[in-house]
T-cell receptor, first 113, second 114 residues
Framework: GEDVEQSLFLSVREGDSSVINCTYTDSSSTYLYWYKQEPGAGLQLLTYIFSNMDMKQDQRLTVLLNKKDKHLSLRIADTQTGDSAIYFCAETPPYSSASKIIFGSGTRLSIRP | EAQVTQNPRYLITVTGKKLTVTCSQNMNHEYMSWYRQDPGLGLRQIYYSMNVEVTDKGDVPEGYKVSRKEKRNFPLILESPSPNQTSLYFC?????????????FGSGTQLSVL
C-alpha cells in the first residue's frame, strides 16, 4: 500500500537553510504536498508540486521532486524562529481524490539561536 | 473569515461516557474529514464525507461514528470511549473532489480518556 516516510526531528541554526526530506511509495502519485503545523494549531498547506515538475520555488521555500527515487524535499532558506513547526509531507494516490490524501508522520523542525 | 471550527479544544472524560466533538465550516465545502494525530504516526483518517448524507470509513474508523445531516457540520461521535482513543483530533474540509484540493484544518481537539 501507499506509505509516506519522514524523519521525526530536525534541528538547524537560525539563518541556515533547513532541508526536510520525504520518501513515498506510490510512483503514480500526481500531487505531493507540504503542510505546516504550528504549536497548538491545525495544519496549513504550505506548497504543493505536480508530479510532472522537478522543482517549485516560492519565496524562501524550494520543493524538489525526484520521481525516480520517489523523494520529495522542502528547503527553507534563511530559517527563522517562526519556522519552528511540524512539517508534513503528503501525497494523493492516483485513483482517488483529496479524500484519500496520505500524510507522513511529520518532521519537527526546531531552530537553534 | 473562512474557517473550520472544532469544539471543544480540550476534553477529559472517562471510559464509556459518550461524547461528541463538533466540527463546522463556513466555506460551503462539500468534503469534510476527521483525522487523529498520534506521536510518530502522523495523521490517520477516521471518517470522511463527500457530501450531505454521504459518509465513508477512513483508515481507523473503529470506535467512532459520524453524521452529515447538514453541509456545514460533521460531528465525530465516540459512543463508548476507551483509553486508546486518547489523541489529538482534527477536522478538515475542502471544496470538492479535485485531485489538488487544499485541505482546511480546524485547530484540533485534545481528548484524554481515563
Amino acid at each position: 500500500g501507499e506509505d509516506v516516510e519522514q524523519s521525526l526531528f530536525l534541528s538547524v541554526r537560525e539563518g541556515d537553510s533547513s532541508v526536510i526530506n520525504c520518501t513515498y511509495t506510490d510512483s503514480s502519485s500526481t500531487y505531493l504536498y507540504w503542510y505546516k503545523q504550528e504549536p497548538g494549531a491545525g495544519l496549513q498547506l504550505l506548497t504543493y508540486i505536480f508530479s510532472n515538475m522537478d522543482m517549485k520555488q516560492d519565496q524562501r521555500l524550494t520543493v524538489l521532486l525526484n520521481k525516480k527515487d520517489k523523494h520529495l524535499s522542502l528547503r527553507i532558506a534563511d530559517t527563522q524562529t517562526g519556522d519552528s513547526a511540524i512539517y508534513f509531507c503528503a501525497e494523493t494516490p492516483p485513483y482517488s481524490s483529496a479524500s484519500k490524501i496520505i500524510f507522513g508522520s511529520g518532521t519537527r523542525l526546531s531552530i537553534r539561536p | 473569515e473562512a474557517q473550520v471550527t472544532q469544539n471543544p479544544r480540550y476534553l477529559i472524560t472517562v471510559t464509556g461516557k459518550k461524547l461528541t466533538v463538533t466540527c463546522s465550516q463556513n466555506m460551503n465545502h462539500e468534503y469534510m474529514s476527521w483525522y487523529r494525530q498520534d506521536p510518530g504516526l502522523g495523521l490517520r483518517q477516521i471518517y470522511y464525507s463527500m457530501n450531505v448524507e454521504v459518509t465513508d470509513k477512513g483508515d481507523v474508523p473503529e470506535g467512532y461514528k459520524v453524521s452529515r445531516k447538514e453541509k456545514r457540520n460533521f460531528p465525530l461521535i465516540l459512543e463508548s470511549p476507551s483509553p486508546n482513543q486518547t489523541s489529538l483530533y482534527f477536522c478538515a474540509s475542502s471544496a470538492g473532489r479535485g485531485r489538488n484540493e487544499k485541505l482546511f484544518f480546524g485547530s484540533g481537539t485534545q481528548l484524554s480518556v481515563l
